[in-house]
């Protein structure tokens, strides 16, 4: 570059603000995600085992509501339309998980009775999910 002569411009392209927007997303969203649960909220009854609640793929939730709703995975289902809704919900699955997350105030009966329509359907081995005692969250 010469006295007198126009400056050649550089472009060089500055990715620290988009590595910072990147970043504060991923925080964000790592923060949400627990908190985007299918369903009713349910205060769950406490158990002193339960570390995890298992594999989610492929499992079809079951929640049972203070005033004992129902509802499969986030769809509200009336009880006499339970087996057909979670025949639906199962599809073509070959190996459903189906899991009962039932609200503490519930008397067992009711979960029970859910228990059985869910037999009736051929489905074996229903699941139970507990919060851990102590823990915070529903």
């Known amino acids: 570059m010469r006295l007198g002569e126009p400056a050649r411009m550089q472009a060089a392209i500055n990715i620290t603000p988009l590595v910072d927007v990147v970043l504060v997303l991923l925080i964000i969203f790592m923060v949400m995600a627990p908190q985007m649960r299918k369903g009713p909220d349910v205060n769950l009854p406490n158990t002193t085992k339960p570390n995890s609640?298992?594999?989610?793929?492929?499992?079809?939730?079951?929640s049972i509501d203070e005033a004992g709703g129902l509802w499969i995975n986030d769809q509200p289902v009336a009880p006499e339309?339970?087996?057909e809704t979670l025949r639906a919900a199962v599809g073509a699955e070959t190996n459903p998980k189906i899991v009962?997350?039932?609200?503490?105030?519930l008397n067992f009966r009711q979960v029970r009775e859910v228990m059985?329509?869910?037999?009736?359907?051929?489905f074996r081995g229903v699941g139970l999910i507990a919060k851990r005692a102590g823990a915070e969250g529903k």
């Open 53 to 62: 609640q298992g594999d989610e793929r492929g499992r079809i939730l079951v």
């Open 81 to 83: 339309h339970f087996d």
């Open 100 to 105: 009962i997350r039932g609200d503490a105030k």
């Open 116 to 122: 059985v329509a869910i037999e009736q359907e051929g």
